[in-house]
């Protein structure tokens, strides 16, 4: 079967991608190994950005599908609170399970076909053709990796020589997550909490969902041998009487974004191309993002004629990489320095610029 755009992963970047390009006549499909709905390991938090995008895309129905949403939000040094916040905008918090299975249904319902537990394992470039376990195959014109963090579309492209990726080992975070019943909160929690303290370049966090709450801990790889020995110690401080039976983790790309995610008709998207933010590690913003810049490059060079590979790296650069540049280097001097004091002053000093940098 010949498709004009085949897209690899119909998660938050994928699934964007099919909207984007189903909607402008493409004829697209998109492959995943898993059956949705299907869960992600993730704190599922969404920022104001998030929503604009959303509604650029054309989704305004999205109300239905949030978990939790507020204002307000707390940055802390370990238990101690040392800044409280409330922004101009709304964290939303979802779940991933639902969001993402509300984003692949909408690229279905604008035309894209989604075939589900197909897990690529092998791509012949030269032929444009995708083979899937299930011994099938597909051509392609535009092939879209966004097949997350361990996509098999950039490691096959990277060992034929087609996209550099450099930074990808040594840019790499480890997370950790549990969600957990609000009954076994030490204490009572209503807002998002962000806590310094335990872990180096990286930090944990405290998401509220209705009913639950998502406790997590994540930091580069290279700088914390033992992240799960630090995960409990965060753990114990605020919870009591409950101990996981398993805790499940999950790398992050965090500062490894590939400058050049794109050769000739093949474009990567969201965590297989390293595009999450590199001092946060929000990355479904940047996945969705992304997903839009290589649909509209696509549409580009399609109607237009314009050059492929310098639309998308165009776009990218401008629009996700510039943020990605500063946000980086705010990390290299704000991870290294964080201690209470340092951090309670930039939140009393900044505390509204970083609101805007972090949601607009
Ligand atoms: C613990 C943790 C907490 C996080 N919390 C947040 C948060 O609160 N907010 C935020 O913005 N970001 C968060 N992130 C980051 C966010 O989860 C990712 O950046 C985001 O999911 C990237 O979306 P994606 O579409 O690129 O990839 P994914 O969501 O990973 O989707 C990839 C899809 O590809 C499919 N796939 C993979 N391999 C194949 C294959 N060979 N064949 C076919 N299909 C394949 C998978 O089944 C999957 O559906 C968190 C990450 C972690 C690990």
New binding site residues.
């Given amino acids: 079967m010949f498709y004009d755009v085949i897209i690899?992963?119909?998660?938050?970047?994928?699934?964007t991608a099919g909207i984007v390009l189903s909607k402008a006549g493409f004829n697209v499909l998109i492959?995943?190994?898993?059956k949705?709905p299907?869960d992600?390991?993730?704190?599922?938090?969404?920022?104001f950005k998030?929503e604009l995008l959303l509604k650029k895309i054309g989704i305004f129905d999205y109300d239905s599908i949030i978990d939790y949403k507020t204002k307000e939000y707390g940055i802390f040094w370990k238990t101690r609170e040392i800044f409280k916040g409330k922004s101009d905008y709304n964290f939303l918090f979802v779940k991933?399970k639902v969001y993402?299975f509300f984003l692949l249904e909408k690229a279905r319902e604008k035309g894209a076909k989604v075939l589900e537990n197909?897990?690529?394992?092998d791509i012949d470039f030269s032929k444009k053709t995708i083979i899937?376990s299930s011994g099938k195959s597909f051509r392609y014109k535009y092939l879209i990796g966004?097949?997350?963090?361990?996509?098999?579309v950039r490691k096959l492209a990277e060992k034929q020589g087609l996209i550099k990726n450099l930074r990808w080992k040594e840019n790499l975070a480890n997370?950790?997550?549990i969600y957990i019943d609000r009954k076994f909160l030490k204490n009572k929690i209503d807002y998002p909490y962000i806590i310094l303290g335990y872990v180096n370049w990286g930090y944990s966090?405290i998401?509220p969902n209705k009913n639950q709450v998502v406790l997590?801990i994540?930091g580069l790889i290279s700088k914390n041998k033992d992240l799960s020995k630090k995960f409990y110690s965060f753990l114990n401080d605020f919870i009591s009487d409950y101990k996981p039976d398993k805790i499940l983790?999950?790398?992050?790309?965090f500062g490894n974004y590939i400058r050049k995610p794109v050769f000739k008709n093949i474009l990567l998207?969201?965590?297989?191309g390293g595009?999450?933010n590199p001092a946060s590690?929000?990355?479904?913003?940047?996945?969705?993002k992304s997903?839009e810049l290589a649909g509209v490059s696509i549409i580009q060079a399609e109607k237009n004629k314009k050059d492929l590979e310098k639309t998308y790296t165009y776009l990218l650069n401008n629009f996700v990489y510039k943020e990605f540049d500063r946000d980086q280097k705010i990390r290299n001097i704000a991870y290294p320095l964080s201690n209470p004091f340092f951090t309670k002053w930039i939140f009393n000093l900044f505390s509204k610029k970083l609101e805007k940098i972090i949601h607009l």
């Fill in positions: 690899v992963g119909g998660g938050p970047a994928g699934s492959l995943d190994k898993a949705f299907r992600k390991l993730c704190g599922g938090a969404l920022t998030t991933r993402d197909q897990k690529v394992i899937t966004a097949d997350g963090v361990n996509s098999i997370a950790i997550e966090w998401f997590g994540g983790g999950h790398t992050i790309p998207v969201g965590d297989a595009i999450t590690g929000e990355g479904i913003y940047s996945a969705q997903g």
